[in-house]
């Protein structure tokens, strides 16, 4: 089992900058990636950004959705057990729940979401 716990939304100006962050705990060792997703009103969840851990190597690589792509990082702290999202820029097509997720034994746990909005 992992549990998440999410920080850091809140409200932004358009070309503003925010943090989160999703501190994991449990099984954390056995994750196998982790990142964040996010659901806009009447849209499907999505894929923002997440970490996907290299297996039997210390590789890990990161991916973005295009959306985002080059105004966003996600890093991670695993002395902290922590991901943490900075997007840049920020739009009003950004406005959305944003989920913590993780990926253990090809299970999702997910966090219980914190609201960002984006707006003037």
């Known amino acids: 089992q992992v549990q998440l716990v999410e920080s850091g939304g809140g409200l932004v100006q358009p070309g503003g900058s925010l943090r989160l962050s999703c501190a994991a705990s449990?099984?954390?060792?056995?994750?196998?990636?982790m990142g964040w997703y996010r659901q806009a009103p009447g849209k499907q969840r999505e894929l923002v950004a997440r970490?996907?851990?290299?297996?039997?190597?210390?590789?890990?690589?990161?991916d973005y959705a295009d959306s985002v792509k080059g105004r966003s990082t996600i890093s991670r702290d695993n002395a902290k057990n922590t991901v943490y999202l900075q997007m840049n820029n920020m739009k009003p097509e950004d406005t959305a729940v944003y989920y913590c997720?993780?990926?253990?034994?090809?299970?999702?746990?997910w966090g219980q979401g914190t609201q960002v909005t984006v707006s003037s």
């Open positions: 997720n993780a990926i253990l034994f090809s299970r999702n746990f």
């Open positions: 449990g099984s954390i060792f056995s994750i196998s990636a």
């Open positions: 970490v996907v851990n290299g297996g039997t190597t210390n590789y890990a690589y990161a």
